[in-house]
């Protein structure tokens, strides 16, 4: 079946710029994910979804970024005013939800550059 | 919170040696230890996990043994191919069974045919 898919792919913009990334989570999936990876480090957990309800949003850096799920499935990650400190790959992942427990299956990531 | 330290960084070994992973956390409460496989230009997989009621799980070549007194685990992957080069992470609750996750920085493994 299809996995977690995101677009766009790259996306460059420029300094103080507005973005959306966009995740579409495995059908079924009540929880979805969003991670924020730099080159050569892990991913950092940003977001995590629990249906419709952002359940623990401690990740996110400032309130530049949000994220929202509005109908339990399909999830954006907004950036206001892009800094070039926001280059990176934009992992989502979905899993059946409940605790970490689930594994989490991850999309190939939106990479953004900030010029 | 939880601190997730990996080792090493980088891992060159030859094709059908063994390689071996080593990951350290800080939170006693943690109970869920999942090792993701990340080939380049895509997203991190899944590999293997193991919980704290457990101090190994094998699945084919691939191994993960968890020492709770010390807080370490390990990855151990046997019999090694070229295509088990890529990324791995280590990653572990930052609380207890919470359902997010800490990931250790990597470790980039070579297998020279």
């Known amino acids: 079946g299809a996995g977690v898919s995101q677009t766009p792919s790259n996306k460059v913009t420029e300094k103080g710029k507005y973005v959306e990334l966009r995740c579409d989570p495995i059908?079924?999936?009540?929880?979805l994910y969003w991670y924020r990876q730099s080159l050569g480090q892990g991913p950092e957990f940003l977001i995590y979804?629990?249906?419709?309800?952002?359940?623990?949003d401690s990740g996110l850096p400032n309130d530049r970024f949000f994220a929202v799920r509005p109908e339990g499935s399909v999830s954006t990650l907004k950036i206001q005013r892009t800094e070039r400190g926001d280059s990176a790959v934009y992992l989502c992942?979905?899993?059946?939800?409940?605790?970490?427990?689930?594994?989490?299956?991850f999309g190939p990531g939106t990479r953004l550059t900030v010029l | 919170g939880e601190n997730v330290e990996q080792h090493p960084s980088t891992l060159s070994v030859q094709e059908g040696d063994s390689a071996v992973i080593k990951c350290t956390y800080s939170?006693?409460?943690?109970?869920?230890f999942p090792w993701y496989k990340q080939e380049l230009g895509k997203g991190p997989q899944l590999i293997i996990d193991?919980?704290?009621?457990?101090g190994e799980k094998k699945d084919q070549r691939i191994a993960v043994t968890l020492n709770k007194t010390a807080k370490h685990f390990s990855l151990h992957i046997t019999e090694t191919q070229p295509e088990d080069s890529a990324v791995y992470f280590c990653?572990?609750?930052?609380?207890?069974?919470?359902?997010?996750?800490?990931f250790g920085k990597g470790t980039k493994l070579t297998v020279n045919p």
């Open positions: 059908s079924g999936h009540t929880a």
């Open positions: 992942a979905s899993s059946l939800g409940g605790t970490a427990y689930n594994e989490q299956f």
């Open positions: 990653a572990a609750p930052t609380q207890g069974g919470s359902e997010k996750l800490v």
């Open positions: 193991i919980r704290s009621n457990v």
């Open positions: 939170d006693s409460a943690s109970n869920y």
């Open positions: 979804f629990q249906g419709t309800g952002a359940a623990d």
